[in-house]
C-alpha cells in the first residue's frame, strides 16, 4: 500500500513541537503566542513575552533562537550570533540553527565561523528543504563549491525540484562547469518547468550555443504573450541573445527594445534625483577630504569600478591568477559601511563627508577591512569589482588610502549596447533599460575616472578594454606595476584560473583573450539612437 501524501499543515506543526520540547505547556503557549505577535507585526508585545520567557529558561534553544531574531532585527548581528551560538549548544544537530548562525556570523563579519557553520548545517542537514536553503546561503556567501554539494543533496531527494534545478545551474556556471549548467536548463525546459527562467538562464550562459529547434521554441514561448509580465522580460532577453548569437540582428533589437521597457514599467530611473547625488558628492570631495593615518591603510585593496560590461571581470581574471591575489568579485561592504555611518550620525551620505575627520574616515576604513579580511586568508591581496564603487572614489581615497582603484573601460557604445542587452538584478541599474539614461550613466562616469585618474594617478588608473584584448603582455605588466606586484606569467594565461566567478561573464572569461570583440558594430545604422544619446550626453556634459 502506498504511504499516505505528506501534509505540509501536520509536517510543520510537528517540527514546531518538536522545537518546543523542553518547555513547560505554560511556556510553549507563551512562545506561540510571541511567533503570532511577530506575524502580526506587534514586535513590542513579542518582545515583552519574549523577555520573560528568557528570564525562565534563558538556554532553551528556540527562546535563543528567538532572541536572536530579536538582535537581527535591531541590527546587533554580533549579539545574534552568540545566541545562536548558544543555541547549537543545546540543539547541535539542528541545520537550521547551523544556518542561522552562519548567516549572522558572515553579517557580523566573522567570515571564518560563518564557513565552519555551514559545514556543521551540511554535516546534519537531512531534508530536502534544509539542503536547498543552504546550498542559496554558500552561494550568496562565495562557497559554491558547498553550494553545489548542498543543492546536489536536495536534488537526490526531489529530482524534479525546479528551485534545485536553476540553483544548480547557477552553480555549474561559477564553476566553470557551462554544459552542466546548459544540462539543467534543458531538464527543466523537458520538464515543463519554469520555461521562462530557463530559456533566461541557458541563453545566458553565452557560450552555449543553442540546439537546433530551440531559437523556434524560445521564439514561439515569447511571441504567445501569456506569460505574466516578470517572465515575458525573461524570454524577450532571451529571444534577443539567442537572435544576436545567429546575426538577425534587427529582430534581436526588437526583441531586446520589449525587454527593456518591460523592466522600465516597475524600475523607473531618477536622473534627476542621480545628478543631485553626483553634485553633492562632487562637492563633498572637492577639496581633498582627510585622509585615513597610515596612508597606506587600504594597501592589500585594488578596486575594479566603471560601468557594467566594461571588461571588469576580465581585469579580475587576470589579477586573480597572480599568486598573490584572491578575486572577491562583487563585494557589498563599501555601501554597507557609508550607510551605516549614516546612520550613525542621522545624515545620509555624503552629507556628512566634508565633516569627517581623518580618525573618522581611518574608522571606516578599518571596518571596511574587518567586513572583508576574509578574503585575503590566503592570499594577501584581494579585489572589490562591484561597478558602481566609481561613486564613491573620493570616500575610498578618504577611508583607504593605501588603496589601488581600476576604472575599468571599454568602447561607450559597445559597453552600453551590452548592458542594454543585459537583465540584472533584481531593482539593480535602473538606468540600463533606457538608451537616453544609459548615456547619461555612461558618461558621467567617464568623467568620474577620468578626473580621478588625473587627480590620483598613483592610485587611480584607467585600464581599458580594448588596450588589454590588443597587447595583453604590455598592458599586463603595467597593470600589475601599478598593483604593485611583481609580474608573474600565470597572468597571461588567466582563463586557465580554476576560480568560481558570478558575473554574467563567468563562462566568457574562462577562453583565450581574443582581439576585441564590439558586437554592437554589427547592428550598423539601428543602432544610431543609441550613438546619438551618447552624442547628446557628452554636449550636455561638457556644456555643464
Not at 212 to 217: C, D, I, P, T, Y
Not at 422 to 437: M, N, T, V
Request: neutral net charge; charged residues 25%.
Amino acid at each position: 500500500m502506498p504511504s499516505p501524501a505528506k501534509n505540509p499543515g501536520q509536517d510543520a506543526a510537528a517540527e514546531l513541537r518538536q522545537r518546543l520540547r523542553g518547555l513547560t505547556p505554560r511556556q510553549a503557549d507563551t512562545l506561540r503566542r510571541v511567533m503570532q505577535l511577530h506575524a502580526a507585526g506587534d514586535r513590542l508585545m513579542a518582545g515583552q513575552w519574549l523577555l520573560q520567557l528568557a528570564a525562565e529558561v534563558p538556554a532553551h534553544p528556540e527562546v535563543l533562537r528567538w532572541r536572536a531574531l530579536q538582535a537581527r532585527e535591531a541590527g546587533d548581528w554580533a549579539e545574534a550570533a552568540a545566541r545562536l551560538a548558544r543555541a547549537t549548544e543545546g540543539r547541535p544537530d539542528d541545520p537550521q540553527l547551523w544556518l542561522a548562525l552562519a548567516q549572522a556570523q558572515d553579517e557580523a563579519g566573522d567570515a571564518t565561523a560563518a564557513q565552519h557553520s555551514l559545514q556543521q548545517a551540511l554535516a546534519c542537514a537531512r531534508q530536502g528543504a534544509d539542503w536547498l536553503a543552504l546550498s542559496q546561503e554558500c552561494d550568496r556567501q562565495g562557497h559554491y563549491g558547498l553550494a553545489l554539494q548542498a543543492v546536489q543533496a536536495h536534488l537526490a531527494l526531489a529530482p524534479a525540484s525546479a528551485v534545485g534545478l536553476l540553483q544548480r545551474a547557477r552553480c555549474h556556471k561559477a564553476l566553470g562547469q557551462s554544459e552542466a549548467a546548459a544540462d539543467d536548463c534543458r531538464r527543466l525546459l523537458a520538464l515543463g518547468l519554469e520555461p521562462a527562467r530557463a530559456w533566461f538562464a541557458l541563453v545566458d550562459l553565452k557560450t552555449v550555443p543553442l540546439q537546433a529547434g530551440e531559437l523556434a521554441q524560445l521564439a514561439d514561448a515569447a511571441a504567445r504573450g501569456q506569460a505574466p509580465a516578470a517572465e515575458q522580460v525573461l524570454l524577450d532577453f532571451a529571444l534577443g541573445g539567442a537572435l544576436e548569437a545567429v546575426g538577425r540582428h534587427a529582430e534581436a533589437l526588437q526583441a531586446l527594445q520589449r525587454a527593456n521597457a518591460g523592466v522600465r514599467r516597475s524600475l523607473p530611473w531618477d536622473a534627476e534625483a542621480f545628478v543631485r547625488q553626483r553634485e553633492a558628492v562632487d562637492a563633498a570631495f572637492a577639496p581633498a577630504a582627510r585622509r585615513a593615518s597610515p596612508a597606506d591603510q587600504g594597501r592589500e585593496l585594488v578596486f575594479l569600478v566603471g560601468l557594467p560590461r566594461s571588461g571588469s571581470t576580465l581585469v579580475e581574471q587576470v589579477l586573480a591568477s597572480h599568486p598573490q591575489v584572491e578575486g572577491a568579485s562583487e563585494l557589498p561592504y563599501l555601501q554597507l559601511v557609508l550607510d551605516e555611518e549614516s546612520r550613525r550620525r542621522g545624515r545620509r551620505y555624503p552629507q556628512w563627508a566634508a565633516d569627517a575627520s581623518a580618525d573618522d574616515w581611518a574608522r571606516l576604513g578599518r571596518d571596511y577591512l574587518r567586513r572583508s579580511a576574509r578574503w585575503r586568508r590566503d592570499r594577501p591581496v584581494a579585489t572589490d569589482k562591484l561597478p558602481d564603487n566609481w561613486l564613491h572614489v573620493g570616500a575610498l581615497r578618504a577611508m583607504l588610502p593605501g588603496a589601488r582603484i581600476i576604472d575599468c573601460r571599454r568602447d561607450a557604445l559597445q559597453t552600453s549596447w551590452s548592458c542594454f542587452k543585459q537583465l540584472f538584478g533584481p531593482g539593480l541599474a535602473a538606468y540600463s533599460y533606457d538608451f537616453d539614461s544609459l548615456a547619461r550613466f555612461a558618461v558621467a562616469c567617464e568623467r568620474s575616472g577620468d578626473a580621478w585618474a588625473g587627480r590620483e594617478p598613483a592610485h587611480v588608473r584607467v585600464q581599458h578594454y580594448e588596450a588589454l584584448v590588443g597587447e595583453p603582455e604590455a598592458q599586463i605588466r603595467a597593470l600589475l606595476a601599478f598593483c604593485g606586484l611583481p609580474f608573474d606569467p600565470a597572468c597571461l594565461r588567466a582563463h586557465e584560473s580554476p576560480r568560481a566567478i558570478r558575473t554574467p561573464s563567468a563562462l566568457q572569461v574562462r577562453q583565450p583573450m581574443r582581439r576585441v570583440s564590439a558586437p554592437a558594430d554589427a547592428y550598423g545604422s539601428l543602432l544610431d539612437p543609441l550613438r546619438d544619446a551618447l552624442a547628446r550626453a557628452r554636449a550636455a556634459a561638457a556644456a555643464g
